[in-house]
């Protein structure tokens, strides 16, 4: 019997705050500012996923720059070896075809003064190569911090 009358209580409390909920009135200053929160709620939103947006495109094209500057510096890297290989096979050739001592001493000579002067010059060109593209990559880095740091008011 308790728990039908507390049944029949909760019940009748249930409605009569739906009731009280239902015919209640939002004061119509409230429910602007509710709709004006509502709004810039929605245009921070917006704001935000946009500048994640822009984010992610920025942070894509530093990591193609990035790509492509390292894919540049190794295919020099491969360029050079295969030059370097292919001078030492000549050189190598040269010399199994040497008629005499003294002609594949010269042949070394020369082999080894090409080689010194080639990776010399390879030295140079990958360390100018490398320092463009550190430099190219250090100002895409820096136009897109400026970029995202540039105030929207």
Known sequence: ?????????????????EKLFKDARVPENVQAM????LAASKDF????AAA???GAKVMTEIADTAWGSTKLLNEKIVQ??????????SAAQAMATAKSLPEIAKLQSEFV?????QASEQTKEFFDLSTRATQHLFEKAQAAAAKSFKPTF
């Open 1 to 17: 019997m308790d728990r039908t009358v507390n049944q029949q209580f909760g019940k009748q409390a249930f409605d009569q705050a």
């Open 34 to 37: 509710a709709q004006q929160s």
């Open 45 to 48: 939103y917006a704001k935000t």
């Open 52 to 54: 994640a947006q822009d």
């Open 80 to 89: 050079n070896l295969t030059a370097n290989t292919e001078a030492a096979f």
């Open 113 to 117: 003064q090409r080689l010194a002067a």
